[in-house]
């Protein structure tokens, strides 16, 4: 069984630029996740996903960050302008359902360094 | 938010030695998680606990979810070289809140030969 897929598997780029992350989750998962993890730290949730539909985007800065997932399947994360501070790794996960593997399946994430 | 505080941060053991880290919260959790992740690696779920006092086992691991729901704890046995790696405890709220698992900062484990 293939894993969740991500790419670009790394990103530098400067502040103020736009940059995009694509996650292509487990065949069969219904629920997506998008976490950040700063150096040193645990991941943090950003945004979850039922199918195309949000559950939870609490902790996501909507002011910059947006994300997507068009057809229930593939997620994209943009980041829109990025500051210094969102230097971090980007981690995909995907689960079954929310009652069922809620524990989620991680992808290898995406390291972003914003210069 | 909720907050969860592993300890300790680091640990530097040699191998064959047995480790014991654990997870304390703020709050109470309806499940709790252990994962572990290797450099340029996602995390990788170990144990999943789902009842107070519950006490789960998995090779040479072994998990448990504290009685008051508040706290867990992670024994690795007899550690070999590739359980080098960063560990992590995650908690679930349950509820309405499935799914948002809230991780604790990590205890990086390193092992000599």
């Known amino acids: 069984e293939a894993g969740v897929a991500q790419s670009p598997r790394y990103k530098i780029i400067e502040k103020r630029q736009s940059v995009a992350f694509w996650c292509n989750p487990i065949?069969?998962?219904?629920?997506l996740y998008w976490y950040q993890q700063i150096l040193g730290q645990g991941p943090k949730l950003l945004i979850q996903?039922?199918?195309?539909?949000?559950?939870?985007d609490s902790q996501l800065p909507k002011d910059r960050f947006s994300a997507e997932r068009l057809k229930g399947v593939d997620s994209t994360l943009k980041i829109q302008p990025a500051k210094l501070e969102d230097s971090a790794v980007y981690l995909c996960a995907s689960s079954l359902g929310m009652a069922s593997g809620i524990y989620g399946f991680f992808g290898p994430g995406t390291r972003l360094t914003v210069l | 938010g909720q907050q969860l505080n592993q300890s300790p941060q680091s640990m530097f053991i040699q191998e064959g030695e047995d480790v014991s880290m654990n997870c304390t919260s703020s709050?109470?959790?309806?499940?709790w998680l252990w994962y572990k992740q290797d450099p340029g690696e996602g995390p990788v779920l170990l144990i999943a606990l789902y009842k107070a006092g519950e006490l789960t086992s998995n090779g040479r691991l072994t998990a448990q979810f504290g009685i008051t729901r508040k706290d867990s704890f992670l024994n690795i046995s007899a550690s070999i070289p590739s359980d080098v790696g960063i560990y992590f405890c995650?908690?679930?709220?349950?509820?309405?809140?499935?799914?948002?698992?809230?991780f604790g900062q990590g205890t990086i484990l390193t092992v000599h030969p």
């Open positions: 065949s069969g998962h219904a629920t």
């Open positions: 709050s109470i959790f309806n499940t």
């Open positions: 995650a908690g679930q709220p349950g509820g309405t809140s499935y799914g948002k698992l809230t």
């Open positions: 996903f039922q199918n195309n539909g949000v559950v939870d």
